[in-house]
Protein backbone atom coordinates (compact mmCIF):
# COMPACT_ATOMS: atom_id res chain seq x y z
CA UNK A 1 0.00 0.00 0.00
CA UNK A 2 1.44 3.50 -1.02
CA UNK A 3 2.06 5.59 1.74
CA UNK A 4 1.87 8.56 0.17
CA UNK A 5 -2.43 7.70 -0.93
CA UNK A 6 -5.00 8.42 1.50
CA UNK A 7 -7.14 5.54 2.94
CA UNK A 8 -10.12 5.28 1.32
CA UNK A 9 -13.60 5.46 2.85
CA UNK A 10 -15.32 2.45 3.65
CA UNK A 11 -19.21 1.81 4.68
CA UNK A 12 -19.47 -0.86 7.61
CA UNK A 13 -22.28 -3.15 7.07
CA UNK A 14 -24.16 -1.12 9.26
CA UNK A 15 -24.10 2.03 7.24
CA UNK A 16 -25.05 0.08 4.76
CA UNK A 17 -28.37 -0.92 5.55
CA UNK A 18 -28.85 2.74 6.70
CA UNK A 19 -27.95 3.91 3.96
CA UNK A 20 -29.37 0.77 1.70
CA UNK A 21 -33.18 1.94 3.52
CA UNK A 22 -32.88 5.73 3.65
CA UNK A 23 -32.06 6.18 0.09
CA UNK A 24 -35.15 4.42 -1.13
CA UNK A 25 -37.36 6.35 1.83
CA UNK A 26 -35.90 9.68 0.63
CA UNK A 27 -36.67 8.99 -3.11
CA UNK A 28 -40.31 7.39 -2.27
CA UNK A 29 -40.84 10.73 -0.33
CA UNK A 30 -39.76 13.08 -2.49
CA UNK A 31 -42.02 11.32 -5.29
CA UNK A 32 -45.28 11.75 -3.25
CA UNK A 33 -44.75 14.70 -2.47
CA UNK A 34 -44.38 15.49 -6.12
CA UNK A 35 -47.53 13.31 -6.23
CA UNK A 36 -49.58 14.80 -3.73
CA UNK A 37 -48.93 18.33 -5.31
CA UNK A 38 -49.98 17.15 -8.61
CA UNK A 39 -53.08 15.72 -7.41
CA UNK A 40 -53.77 19.22 -5.33
CA UNK A 41 -53.37 21.17 -8.50
CA UNK A 42 -55.64 18.79 -10.59
CA UNK A 43 -58.08 18.55 -8.09
CA UNK A 44 -57.87 22.67 -7.53
CA UNK A 45 -57.83 22.61 -11.48
CA UNK A 46 -61.12 20.61 -11.50
CA UNK A 47 -62.95 22.78 -8.34
CA UNK A 48 -62.06 25.73 -10.58
CA UNK A 49 -63.46 24.14 -13.55
CA UNK A 50 -66.60 23.30 -11.52
CA UNK A 51 -66.75 27.39 -10.15
CA UNK A 52 -66.94 28.45 -13.43
CA UNK A 53 -68.94 26.04 -14.75
CA UNK A 54 -71.63 26.69 -11.91
CA UNK A 55 -71.50 30.17 -12.55
CA UNK A 56 -71.73 30.20 -15.77
CA UNK A 57 -74.96 27.56 -15.10
CA UNK A 58 -76.27 30.56 -12.94
CA UNK A 59 -75.29 33.05 -15.59
CA UNK A 60 -77.93 30.76 -18.01
CA UNK A 61 -80.61 30.65 -15.99
CA UNK A 62 -80.55 33.97 -15.21
CA UNK A 63 -80.92 34.62 -19.19
CA UNK A 64 -83.69 31.98 -19.22
CA UNK A 65 -85.50 33.94 -17.02
CA UNK A 66 -85.10 37.49 -18.82
CA UNK A 67 -86.22 35.87 -21.57
CA UNK A 68 -88.86 34.08 -19.99
CA UNK A 69 -90.28 37.44 -18.85
CA UNK A 70 -89.98 39.06 -22.46
CA UNK A 71 -92.04 36.14 -23.92
CA UNK A 72 -94.65 36.50 -21.57
CA UNK A 73 -94.87 40.22 -22.37
CA UNK A 74 -95.28 39.53 -25.96
CA UNK A 75 -96.68 36.65 -26.66
CA UNK A 76 -100.19 37.76 -26.39
CA UNK A 77 -99.45 39.96 -29.35
CA UNK A 78 -97.23 37.22 -31.45
CA UNK A 79 -99.93 34.24 -30.71
CA UNK A 80 -102.27 36.82 -32.31
CA UNK A 81 -100.52 37.91 -34.99
CA UNK A 82 -99.70 36.37 -38.63
CA UNK A 83 -96.87 36.39 -40.33
CA UNK A 84 -97.39 39.33 -42.49
CA UNK A 85 -98.34 41.65 -39.42
CA UNK A 86 -96.47 44.83 -39.43
CA UNK A 87 -98.40 46.63 -36.93
CA UNK A 88 -97.91 43.62 -34.42
CA UNK A 89 -94.09 43.28 -35.82
CA UNK A 90 -93.69 46.83 -34.62
CA UNK A 91 -95.42 46.43 -30.92
CA UNK A 92 -93.24 43.46 -30.09
CA UNK A 93 -90.07 45.42 -31.50
CA UNK A 94 -91.19 48.32 -29.08
CA UNK A 95 -91.28 45.92 -26.30
CA UNK A 96 -88.23 44.25 -26.48
CA UNK A 97 -86.81 47.65 -27.07
CA UNK A 98 -87.93 48.79 -23.84
CA UNK A 99 -87.33 45.94 -21.60
CA UNK A 100 -83.71 47.43 -20.47
CA UNK A 101 -82.10 46.64 -17.35
CA UNK A 102 -79.13 46.77 -15.36
CA UNK A 103 -76.37 48.97 -16.92
CA UNK A 104 -75.29 47.05 -19.89
CA UNK A 105 -78.56 44.46 -20.25
CA UNK A 106 -80.59 44.94 -23.47
CA UNK A 107 -83.36 42.85 -25.87
CA UNK A 108 -82.06 42.38 -29.31
CA UNK A 109 -83.68 40.86 -32.48
CA UNK A 110 -81.73 39.94 -35.81
CA UNK A 111 -84.25 38.82 -38.53
CA UNK A 112 -82.98 35.85 -40.25
CA UNK A 113 -81.24 37.37 -43.18
CA UNK A 114 -79.16 39.15 -40.44
CA UNK A 115 -81.09 42.16 -40.14
CA UNK A 116 -80.75 43.88 -36.88
CA UNK A 117 -84.43 44.99 -35.60
CA UNK A 118 -83.67 45.97 -31.65
CA UNK A 119 -80.85 47.06 -30.47
CA UNK A 120 -81.58 49.50 -28.06
CA UNK A 121 -78.93 50.28 -25.86
CA UNK A 122 -76.41 49.90 -29.92
CA UNK A 123 -79.19 52.12 -32.14
CA UNK A 124 -76.23 52.12 -34.89
CA UNK A 125 -76.67 48.18 -35.55
CA UNK A 126 -80.71 49.23 -36.43
CA UNK A 127 -81.54 48.34 -39.52
CA UNK A 128 -78.10 47.16 -41.05
CA UNK A 129 -77.14 43.73 -42.13
CA UNK A 130 -75.19 41.63 -40.00
CA UNK A 131 -74.67 38.85 -41.37
CA UNK A 132 -71.49 36.87 -40.91
CA UNK A 133 -70.50 39.31 -38.37
CA UNK A 134 -67.32 37.91 -36.37
CA UNK A 135 -65.91 38.70 -32.58
CA UNK A 136 -62.44 40.22 -32.05
CA UNK A 137 -60.98 36.15 -31.51
CA UNK A 138 -62.94 35.15 -35.27
CA UNK A 139 -66.04 33.67 -33.11
CA UNK A 140 -69.21 33.97 -35.72
CA UNK A 141 -71.63 35.85 -33.85
CA UNK A 142 -74.98 36.59 -35.82
CA UNK A 143 -75.36 33.94 -38.12
CA UNK A 144 -74.88 31.37 -35.04
CA UNK A 145 -77.52 33.35 -33.52
CA UNK A 146 -79.47 33.23 -36.22
CA UNK A 147 -78.77 28.90 -36.64
CA UNK A 148 -79.63 28.46 -32.96
CA UNK A 149 -83.27 30.60 -33.39
CA UNK A 150 -83.94 28.19 -36.17
CA UNK A 151 -82.96 25.05 -34.65
CA UNK A 152 -85.75 26.64 -31.40
CA UNK A 153 -83.12 28.30 -29.07
CA UNK A 154 -79.67 28.19 -27.97
CA UNK A 155 -76.53 29.65 -25.76
CA UNK A 156 -73.64 31.39 -27.36
CA UNK A 157 -70.73 33.06 -26.37
CA UNK A 158 -68.52 35.78 -28.06
CA UNK A 159 -66.73 38.45 -27.90
CA UNK A 160 -68.81 42.08 -27.91
CA UNK A 161 -68.54 45.78 -26.49
CA UNK A 162 -70.29 46.69 -23.65
CA UNK A 163 -72.82 49.47 -24.37
CA UNK A 164 -71.41 51.12 -20.60
CA UNK A 165 -67.79 51.58 -21.62
CA UNK A 166 -67.50 50.95 -25.27
CA UNK A 167 -64.57 48.23 -23.79
CA UNK A 168 -64.53 44.62 -25.54
CA UNK A 169 -66.11 41.52 -22.81
CA UNK A 170 -66.84 38.10 -23.33
CA UNK A 171 -70.57 38.22 -23.48
CA UNK A 172 -73.77 34.78 -23.22
CA UNK A 173 -76.52 34.81 -24.92
CA UNK A 174 -79.57 33.00 -25.11
CA UNK A 175 -81.62 34.04 -28.39
CA UNK A 176 -84.90 31.28 -29.04
CA UNK A 177 -86.89 31.93 -32.60
CA UNK A 178 -89.96 32.92 -33.68
CA UNK A 179 -90.32 31.26 -36.52
CA UNK A 180 -93.85 32.60 -38.12
CA UNK A 181 -92.07 36.25 -38.30
CA UNK A 182 -88.55 34.69 -38.58
CA UNK A 183 -87.15 36.67 -35.66
CA UNK A 184 -84.36 35.91 -33.60
CA UNK A 185 -84.77 37.34 -30.70
CA UNK A 186 -81.66 37.39 -27.36
CA UNK A 187 -80.63 38.83 -24.75
CA UNK A 188 -76.98 38.51 -23.05
CA UNK A 189 -74.55 39.24 -19.97
CA UNK A 190 -71.22 40.04 -19.69
CA UNK A 191 -69.24 37.42 -17.52
CA UNK A 192 -65.94 39.46 -17.01
CA UNK A 193 -67.01 39.34 -13.10
CA UNK A 194 -67.23 35.34 -13.62
CA UNK A 195 -64.15 35.27 -15.17
CA UNK A 196 -62.10 37.78 -12.54
CA UNK A 197 -63.61 35.63 -9.97
CA UNK A 198 -62.06 32.71 -11.59
CA UNK A 199 -58.39 34.25 -11.91
CA UNK A 200 -58.32 35.36 -8.84
CA UNK A 201 -59.77 31.69 -7.50
CA UNK A 202 -56.90 29.59 -9.55
CA UNK A 203 -54.09 32.14 -8.55
CA UNK A 204 -55.20 31.76 -4.84
CA UNK A 205 -55.04 27.75 -5.62
CA UNK A 206 -51.69 28.50 -7.23
CA UNK A 207 -49.87 29.96 -3.70
CA UNK A 208 -51.60 27.38 -1.94
CA UNK A 209 -50.31 24.59 -4.11
CA UNK A 210 -46.31 26.39 -3.71
CA UNK A 211 -46.69 26.43 0.04
CA UNK A 212 -48.10 22.72 0.20
CA UNK A 213 -45.34 21.67 -1.55
CA UNK A 214 -42.37 23.79 0.70
CA UNK A 215 -44.19 22.58 3.81
CA UNK A 216 -44.00 18.72 2.77
CA UNK A 217 -40.30 19.27 1.91
CA UNK A 218 -40.10 20.83 5.11
CA UNK A 219 -41.56 18.06 6.98
CA UNK A 220 -40.08 15.40 4.92
CA UNK A 221 -36.41 16.51 5.43
CA UNK A 222 -37.08 16.86 9.22
CA UNK A 223 -39.06 14.03 10.04
CA UNK A 224 -37.19 11.41 7.70
CA UNK A 225 -34.74 9.77 10.36
CA UNK A 226 -37.65 9.62 12.86
CA UNK A 227 -39.67 7.78 10.07
CA UNK A 228 -36.61 5.72 9.41
CA UNK A 229 -36.51 4.70 12.90
CA UNK A 230 -40.18 4.01 14.02
CA UNK A 231 -40.77 2.05 10.43
CA UNK A 232 -37.46 0.00 11.09
CA UNK A 233 -39.16 -0.88 14.74
CA UNK A 234 -42.40 -1.50 13.15
CA UNK A 235 -41.27 -3.21 10.51
CA UNK A 236 -39.52 -5.93 12.28
CA UNK A 237 -42.54 -6.21 14.58
CA UNK A 238 -44.96 -6.72 11.81
CA UNK A 239 -42.92 -8.97 10.18
CA UNK A 240 -42.64 -11.57 13.04
CA UNK A 241 -46.56 -10.78 13.75
CA UNK A 242 -47.02 -11.61 10.10
CA UNK A 243 -44.90 -15.19 10.46
CA UNK A 244 -46.79 -16.10 12.93
CA UNK A 245 -50.18 -15.42 11.53
CA UNK A 246 -49.05 -17.40 8.34
CA UNK A 247 -47.64 -20.07 10.44
CA UNK A 248 -51.10 -20.72 11.87
CA UNK A 249 -52.37 -20.35 8.70
CA UNK A 250 -50.65 -22.39 6.48
CA UNK A 251 -51.29 -24.96 9.66
CA UNK A 252 -55.39 -24.04 9.47
CA UNK A 253 -55.02 -25.12 5.84
CA UNK A 254 -53.55 -28.16 6.50
CA UNK A 255 -55.68 -29.09 8.87
CA UNK A 256 -58.50 -28.50 6.95
CA UNK A 257 -57.41 -30.17 3.86
CA UNK A 258 -56.49 -33.65 6.11
CA UNK A 259 -60.21 -33.21 7.63
CA UNK A 260 -61.74 -33.09 4.54
CA UNK A 261 -59.33 -35.74 3.11
CA UNK A 262 -60.49 -37.66 6.37
CA UNK A 263 -64.32 -37.06 5.65
CA UNK A 264 -64.35 -38.30 2.31
CA UNK A 265 -61.87 -41.06 2.65
CA UNK A 266 -64.76 -41.96 5.71
CA UNK A 267 -67.58 -41.76 3.40
CA UNK A 268 -66.11 -43.59 0.95
CA UNK A 269 -65.40 -46.59 3.60
CA UNK A 270 -68.20 -46.58 5.46
CA UNK A 271 -70.79 -46.29 2.56
CA UNK A 272 -69.40 -46.85 -1.18
CA UNK A 273 -66.51 -49.46 -0.13
CA UNK A 274 -69.64 -51.49 1.87
CA UNK A 275 -71.72 -51.03 -1.11
CA UNK A 276 -69.24 -52.00 -3.58
CA UNK A 277 -68.54 -55.23 -1.68
CA UNK A 278 -72.17 -55.98 -1.28
CA UNK A 279 -72.62 -55.49 -4.91
CA UNK A 280 -69.19 -57.72 -5.64
CA UNK A 281 -71.01 -60.64 -3.66
CA UNK A 282 -74.41 -60.40 -5.37
CA UNK A 283 -72.77 -60.67 -8.57
CA UNK A 284 -70.52 -63.44 -7.69
CA UNK A 285 -74.13 -65.02 -6.29
CA UNK A 286 -75.62 -64.70 -9.49
CA UNK A 287 -72.64 -66.15 -11.31
CA UNK A 288 -72.77 -69.14 -9.26
CA UNK A 289 -76.33 -69.67 -9.91
CA UNK A 290 -76.17 -68.87 -13.68
CA UNK A 291 -73.33 -71.59 -14.29
CA UNK A 292 -76.02 -73.81 -12.08
CA UNK A 293 -78.63 -73.11 -14.42
CA UNK A 294 -80.23 -71.63 -11.26
CA UNK A 295 -83.11 -69.45 -12.50
CA UNK A 296 -82.94 -67.35 -9.66
CA UNK A 297 -79.60 -65.74 -11.22
CA UNK A 298 -81.58 -62.90 -13.07
CA UNK A 299 -83.24 -61.82 -9.50
CA UNK A 300 -79.14 -61.85 -8.19
CA UNK A 301 -78.62 -59.56 -10.82
CA UNK A 302 -81.12 -57.22 -10.56
CA UNK A 303 -80.35 -57.46 -6.68
CA UNK A 304 -76.86 -56.20 -7.76
CA UNK A 305 -77.88 -53.86 -10.68
CA UNK A 306 -80.43 -51.90 -7.70
CA UNK A 307 -77.30 -52.19 -5.06
CA UNK A 308 -75.10 -50.84 -7.65
CA UNK A 309 -77.58 -47.57 -8.24
CA UNK A 310 -77.25 -46.87 -4.55
CA UNK A 311 -73.48 -46.73 -5.26
CA UNK A 312 -74.27 -44.19 -7.79
CA UNK A 313 -76.55 -42.33 -5.93
CA UNK A 314 -73.82 -42.21 -2.86
CA UNK A 315 -70.57 -41.02 -5.23
CA UNK A 316 -73.23 -38.09 -6.51
CA UNK A 317 -73.94 -37.15 -3.19
CA UNK A 318 -70.53 -37.15 -2.04
CA UNK A 319 -69.36 -35.02 -5.18
CA UNK A 320 -72.46 -32.90 -4.34
CA UNK A 321 -71.20 -32.01 -1.00
CA UNK A 322 -67.25 -31.61 -2.59
CA UNK A 323 -69.00 -29.02 -5.47
CA UNK A 324 -72.74 -28.40 -5.60
CA UNK A 325 -73.37 -28.75 -9.35
CA UNK A 326 -76.47 -26.92 -8.66
CA UNK A 327 -75.24 -23.65 -7.05
CA UNK A 328 -73.21 -23.29 -10.38
CA UNK A 329 -76.31 -23.58 -12.35
CA UNK A 330 -79.39 -22.34 -9.87
CA UNK A 331 -77.84 -20.35 -7.24
CA UNK A 332 -77.78 -20.37 -3.68
CA UNK A 333 -81.32 -20.58 -3.14
CA UNK A 334 -82.06 -23.88 -4.79
CA UNK A 335 -78.50 -25.50 -3.77
CA UNK A 336 -79.29 -24.36 -0.19
CA UNK A 337 -82.62 -25.78 0.14
CA UNK A 338 -81.45 -29.30 -1.98
CA UNK A 339 -78.52 -29.39 0.59
CA UNK A 340 -81.62 -29.18 3.96
CA UNK A 341 -83.62 -31.29 2.20
CA UNK A 342 -81.30 -34.24 2.06
CA UNK A 343 -79.73 -33.18 5.24
CA UNK A 344 -83.14 -33.77 6.51
CA UNK A 345 -83.48 -37.16 5.02
CA UNK A 346 -80.18 -38.45 5.76
CA UNK A 347 -79.95 -37.67 9.49
CA UNK A 348 -84.01 -37.47 10.46
CA UNK A 349 -83.79 -33.87 12.07
CA UNK A 350 -86.82 -31.99 10.79
CA UNK A 351 -85.61 -29.17 8.79
CA UNK A 352 -87.39 -25.58 8.09
CA UNK A 353 -86.53 -23.65 4.86
CA UNK A 354 -87.68 -19.99 3.94
CA UNK A 355 -86.10 -17.69 1.32
CA UNK A 356 -87.69 -14.59 0.03
CA UNK A 357 -86.46 -13.75 -3.76
CA UNK A 358 -84.52 -10.68 -4.10
CA UNK A 359 -83.70 -9.03 -7.33
CA UNK A 360 -79.19 -8.79 -6.84
CA UNK A 361 -77.53 -11.57 -7.90
CA UNK A 362 -74.44 -13.09 -5.82
CA UNK A 363 -71.04 -13.04 -7.31
CA UNK A 364 -69.62 -16.63 -7.09
CA UNK A 365 -67.30 -16.03 -4.07
CA UNK A 366 -70.19 -15.05 -2.00
CA UNK A 367 -72.07 -18.29 -3.12
CA UNK A 368 -69.30 -20.33 -2.45
CA UNK A 369 -69.09 -18.77 1.11
CA UNK A 370 -72.23 -19.04 1.80
CA UNK A 371 -73.01 -22.23 0.89
CA UNK A 372 -70.09 -23.56 2.36
CA UNK A 373 -71.10 -21.89 6.09
CA UNK A 374 -74.19 -23.11 5.84
CA UNK A 375 -72.97 -26.60 5.34
CA UNK A 376 -70.47 -26.77 8.25
CA UNK A 377 -73.34 -25.31 10.22
CA UNK A 378 -75.55 -27.88 9.31
CA UNK A 379 -72.67 -30.80 10.12
CA UNK A 380 -71.89 -28.99 13.71
CA UNK A 381 -76.00 -29.50 14.53
CA UNK A 382 -75.76 -33.40 13.63
CA UNK A 383 -72.72 -33.95 14.76
CA UNK A 384 -72.71 -32.02 18.43
CA UNK A 385 -76.09 -30.64 19.13
CA UNK A 386 -78.59 -32.84 19.74
CA UNK A 387 -81.11 -30.85 17.67
CA UNK A 388 -84.33 -32.35 16.55
CA UNK A 389 -84.88 -29.20 14.49
CA UNK A 390 -83.34 -26.98 12.57
CA UNK A 391 -84.61 -23.59 10.90
CA UNK A 392 -82.25 -22.21 8.01
CA UNK A 393 -83.31 -18.54 6.16
CA UNK A 394 -81.99 -17.39 3.12
CA UNK A 395 -82.89 -13.46 2.03
CA UNK A 396 -81.92 -9.97 0.89
CA UNK A 397 -81.50 -7.25 2.64
CA UNK A 398 -81.01 -3.22 1.93
CA UNK A 399 -77.54 -4.59 3.85
CA UNK A 400 -76.65 -7.24 1.40
CA UNK A 401 -77.50 -10.96 1.14
CA UNK A 402 -77.91 -12.89 4.75
CA UNK A 403 -78.19 -16.79 5.26
CA UNK A 404 -79.31 -17.62 9.18
CA UNK A 405 -79.25 -21.56 10.58
CA UNK A 406 -81.29 -21.77 13.80
CA UNK A 407 -81.25 -25.13 16.26
CA UNK A 408 -83.26 -26.11 19.34
CA UNK A 409 -80.01 -28.46 20.27
CA UNK A 410 -78.05 -28.01 23.81
CA UNK A 411 -76.18 -24.94 22.96
CA UNK A 412 -72.13 -24.76 21.86
CA UNK A 413 -69.72 -25.95 24.71
CA UNK A 414 -67.04 -22.94 25.04
CA UNK A 415 -64.68 -25.70 23.43
CA UNK A 416 -65.80 -26.09 20.33
CA UNK A 417 -65.94 -21.88 19.94
CA UNK A 418 -63.07 -21.79 18.65
CA UNK A 419 -63.11 -24.67 16.51
CA UNK A 420 -61.86 -25.29 12.88
CA UNK A 421 -65.02 -25.22 11.25
CA UNK A 422 -65.62 -21.62 12.94
CA UNK A 423 -62.50 -20.46 12.19
CA UNK A 424 -63.63 -20.87 8.52
CA UNK A 425 -66.43 -19.21 8.96
CA UNK A 426 -65.18 -16.20 10.39
CA UNK A 427 -62.36 -16.26 7.64
CA UNK A 428 -64.69 -16.76 4.75
CA UNK A 429 -66.84 -13.46 6.11
CA UNK A 430 -63.54 -11.73 6.72
CA UNK A 431 -62.44 -11.94 3.22
CA UNK A 432 -65.46 -10.94 1.98
CA UNK A 433 -65.90 -7.93 4.22
CA UNK A 434 -68.78 -9.59 5.38
CA UNK A 435 -70.45 -10.07 8.98
CA UNK A 436 -70.92 -13.70 11.17
CA UNK A 437 -72.99 -13.74 14.22
CA UNK A 438 -72.95 -16.67 16.77
CA UNK A 439 -75.09 -17.12 19.20
CA UNK A 440 -75.18 -20.19 22.02
CA UNK A 441 -77.85 -20.44 24.41
CA UNK A 442 -78.50 -24.09 26.39
CA UNK A 443 -82.05 -23.74 23.81
CA UNK A 444 -79.87 -23.88 20.50
CA UNK A 445 -77.78 -22.14 18.31
CA UNK A 446 -78.03 -19.55 15.76
CA UNK A 447 -75.61 -18.58 13.08
CA UNK A 448 -76.01 -15.89 10.72
CA UNK A 449 -73.42 -14.68 8.10
CA UNK A 450 -74.66 -11.79 5.53
CA UNK A 451 -72.05 -10.37 2.82
CA UNK A 452 -72.50 -6.94 1.58
CA UNK A 453 -73.84 -5.38 -1.34
CA UNK A 454 -70.31 -4.86 -2.82
CA UNK A 455 -70.79 -8.41 -3.84
CA UNK A 456 -74.60 -7.96 -5.83
CA UNK A 457 -74.60 -8.00 -8.88
CA UNK A 458 -76.54 -6.01 -11.18
CA UNK A 459 -80.25 -8.28 -11.54
CA UNK A 460 -80.43 -9.80 -15.23
CA UNK A 461 -83.83 -9.90 -15.76
CA UNK A 462 -87.61 -10.54 -13.95
CA UNK A 463 -87.76 -14.25 -14.64
CA UNK A 464 -83.93 -14.96 -13.50
CA UNK A 465 -84.33 -12.26 -10.64
CA UNK A 466 -87.21 -14.01 -8.87
CA UNK A 467 -85.00 -16.89 -8.36
CA UNK A 468 -82.60 -14.83 -6.87
CA UNK A 469 -82.83 -15.57 -3.81
CA UNK A 470 -81.19 -18.17 -5.60
CA UNK A 471 -78.38 -16.47 -6.89
Do not use: C
Not at 156 to 173: A, L
Request: aromatic letters at 6%; charged letters at 25%.
Amino acid sequence: MDPQRPPRFRLNYGQKIFLLATLPLILATAMIAVLVTREATDMSAREIAGLEAKLIATKREELKNYISIARTAFSPIYGNALPDDDEAKTRVAQILAAMTYGSDGFFFVYDYDGKNIVSPRQTWLIEKNWAGLSDAEGTPVVDKLIEMARQGSGFHTYIWPKPSSGRDGRMITHVIGLQDWRWSVGTGVFIDDVLASVAAARAETEARVRRTFIYIGAITLASVLLVFMSGLVINIRERRLADAKLKALTQRIFDTQEEERGRVARELHDSISQILVGVRYTLELARRRLNAGDARAGESLGQGIDTLNGAIQEVRRISRDLRPGVLDDLGLGPALQALAEEFGKRTGIEVEFKTNPFRNRLDQEAKIALYRIAQEALTNVERHSGASRVRMLVRGTKEGAVVRIEDNGNGMPATRRDGLGLRNMAERMEQLDGKLRILSTKEGTLIEAQVPLSHMLPPTGTARAQGASGS
